[in-house]
């Protein structure tokens, strides 16, 4: 299989979707079943969020799409709303 980039999918990759969460439950249930799979607190969850938001985050040119995807949707739903006389 052959991407839009050019690049080769081998293995894994290359499977169908559905055989691909076929695999990784049986692993994952392996896993549990084993006691080796590890399971996020509530608080590693929340520290793990924070993390990603921050890498985000330093991303300004994201940042800024975001903020003009969002201001758009504001205006537009605002224009939507019936005026109200007064």
């Known amino acids: ?43 590693e969850a929340r520290k793990a969020g924070r993390k990603g938001g921050e890498t985000v985050s330093r991303n300004r040119e994201h940042m800024a799409e975001i903020g003009r995807k969002g201001g758009k949707s504001s205006h537009a739903r605002k224009q939507a709303e019936p005026q109200e006389a007064g």
């Not at 050019?6 to 249930?29: D, L, N, V």
């Open 1 to 43: 299989m052959v991407t839009e980039e050019g690049k080769r999918h081998r293995g894994f990759a290359s499977m169908e979707t559905e055989k691909q969460k076929e695999i990784a439950s049986k692993g994952g249930k392996a896993a549990h079943a084993k006691g080796t799979a590890h399971e996020f607190t509530r608080e």
